[in-house]
């Protein structure tokens, strides 16, 4: 099979055919020529399998495996993973292109530092139709996540990373178990147990992926994508952390209660709320009280050995901001005493 690769690169398709040799190109005319690509057929019933295999006849790098039937994203994955020789591994999409210096570029800086556990570029979607507004504002919100920090800060936001376009080192990944089939998303997922691992991440501070959004594709249609999803799974990973603390939610509008909600579901009880709404302020949301940020200096500083833990759920455009800047001035820092999860 000749000398290990530097990189792995995972690749999934599912009725590919007009993509995928469009997505080979991109991986074939990289800078960084030490790669193999183990691309897995989900059971496809378009041309996909006939691409695949003549692309792998022309170029030994590329590595074909099929599923049969189809078994999703997961088992794809898993599958490639188990077949990779390389120590550091490299996702890409079906109908995604890398730009020519991404891998390079990804591996220099997965290498700059043994903290890290997976690195990303920042990407352009790209769409054959308007581009919906949410995944624009998307798209600048993880593209201005690049440091480990900034990425640290806006994890339970939502994903700084995007999946496709993501380089992880293959230890850390078996460390935490690999990706976990669920009902939410399985990158998310695997980024908050990397993260609860103690690994880092970080971003190229350059555009290197053309991200496909189209109507059919899964983080578009499928559940385990949804609002509720991520939420969920915020949820689990911070349970423990949850049921210690004195859960108070900043926001009072429909994402806090949503989020309230949610967590009575696990047998958590939110203190109060917090609201700078003077119509919310003083009434009850829930059957708890609604209070003004101030209260979190004058009252909120808890009886010994529970500590208040602030979750911040609010979705109007530019109140994160501000409120995380409040919280600040209040001597609230954020990942211990407080998380913005929206």
Known sequence: MGPT????ILLPARNAAATLPRALASLQQQTLTAWECLLVDDGSNDATPAIAARAAARDPRIRLHRLRPARGLVAALNLAARRARAPIWARQDADDCSAPERLAASLALLR?????????????????TPLPEGWRRYE????????????????WVESPLVHPAVMLRAAAWRAVGGYRAGPWPEDYDLWLRLAHAGWRFAKVPRIL???????????????????????????RQLAPRL???????????????????????????????????????????????VW??????????PSPGRAPLVLVAVGTAGARALIRERLKRLGFREGRDFLCLH
């Open 243 to 289: 049921h210690r603390a004195r859960v108070i939610v900043w926001g009072a509008g429909r994402d806090g209660r949503r989020l309230a909600r949610a967590l009575r579901a696990r047998a958590i009880e939110p203190v109060a709320f917090i609201d700078v709404d003077p119509r919310k302020i003083g009434r009850r949301r829930l059957g708890r009280p």
């Open 209 to 235: 992926y053309a991200w496909t959004h189209h109507a059919g594709r899964l983080t578009a249609t499928d559940a385990r994508y949804s609002a509720a999803a991520f939420l969920a799974c915020k949820l």
């Open 112 to 128: 700059s530092s043994r903290a890290l556990g997976a690195v990303a570029t920042q990407v352009r979607i790209t769409c054959r």
């Open 292 to 301: 003004p940020p101030e209260h979190l200096r004058a009252g909120a500083r």
């Open 140 to 155: 600048q919100w993880s593209n201005a996540c690049v440091t480990p920090e900034e990425i640290e800060r806006d994890l």
């Open 5 to 8: 690769p530097a990189v792995s």
